[in-house]
């Protein structure tokens, strides 16, 4: 008496819980700035061969198909969505948005170089523009210095970040904002709090200047939304619960058989 349809059915449940997992992360984090969703991807396990396809039968032909059955289903990967999320305008000068590809790039305490697409900044006791409230330490690389006297920041499109005094209304250069792209984004590591960090498989950073080609501008006094669509997330929960409750049913199935089989015996 065979119990496999219990374990199948078992490793779809795991699956789909681990896809209920990512469905959640993605709904927590509707309002978070530069969030970009995940996918969970499946894949099916190995094949139990009875006949394989090909093989020869007793009257010496050969069988155009064989008899595998499947022992179930394991997530593969979870894959990042990093298409544009729409922009929030927010009048605030030190709030900076990404349209199109690239990452911020800032150092941590450490001095590891990380990379966010959230851009919602603020200068530190040193005057350095800084990642979220000035007291995280996540500086902007290339390092940006702003005076204390600094009545009023601009950002262009291009990444230059000038400043205004109270003494002077002519523009000076603070300093220039760089944009990180990678050849494999989905490889990068994500680290929490809207950070991300290279690996092997995202390959190293190449840097430029916002607007070169194949790299996003800058848009100041606005932060991208988070990309994720409430819609299309609840129909894949609602589709991922009925998946689960499908291979439920199935080993209740075989449970019931295991009974059946059971009793006979005892005929």
């Not at 075989?254 to 009974?259: A, E, I, K, S």
């Amino acid at each position: 008496m065979s119990v496999q349809s219990l374990y199948t059915a078992a490793t779809g449940m795991e699956a789909l819980e681990t896809k209920l997992d990512v469905i959640a992360n993605n709904m927590a984090n509707i309002n978070t700035t530069g969030f970009k969703k995940d996918r969970a991807n499946f894949e099916d396990l190995i094949y139990r061969q009875n006949r394989l396809p090909g093989a020869t039968d007793a009257d010496g032909n050969l069988t155009s198909t064989g008899i595998e059955v499947g022992l179930g289903t394991r997530v593969s990967s979870t894959q990042t969505n990093h298409t544009q999320g729409s922009l929030q305008t927010t009048g605030n000068p030190l709030d900076f948005a990404i349209e199109g590809r690239g990452f911020f790039k800032v150092i941590d305490p450490g001095g590891d170089f990380l990379y966010t697409r959230a851009g919602n900044f603020g200068i530190n006791a040193n005057g350095q523009l800084v990642l979220g409230s000035a007291n995280t330490g996540w500086v902007v690389d290339p390092p940006v210095n702003i005076p204390n006297n600094a009545v009023d920041v601009v950002v262009t499109a291009d990444g230059q970040v000038q400043y205004r005094t109270s003494d002077s209304p002519t523009l000076q250069t603070a300093g220039q904002m760089n944009l990180s792209t990678f050849i494999n984004p989905d490889g990068l590591l994500k680290m929490g709090d809207n950070l991300y960090k290279q690996t092997d498989a995202s390959n190293t950073a190449t840097d430029g200047v916002p607007g070169a080609p194949g790299i996003g501008v800058i848009a100041q006094g606005a932060l991208e939304s988070s990309n994720v669509e409430p819609v299309q997330e609840l129909i894949d929960l609602i589709t991922t619960q009925r998946a689960f409750e499908l291979n439920s049913q199935v080993v209740q199935a075989g449970d019931q058989v295991m009974q059946i089989a059971a009793n006979l015996r005892r005929l």
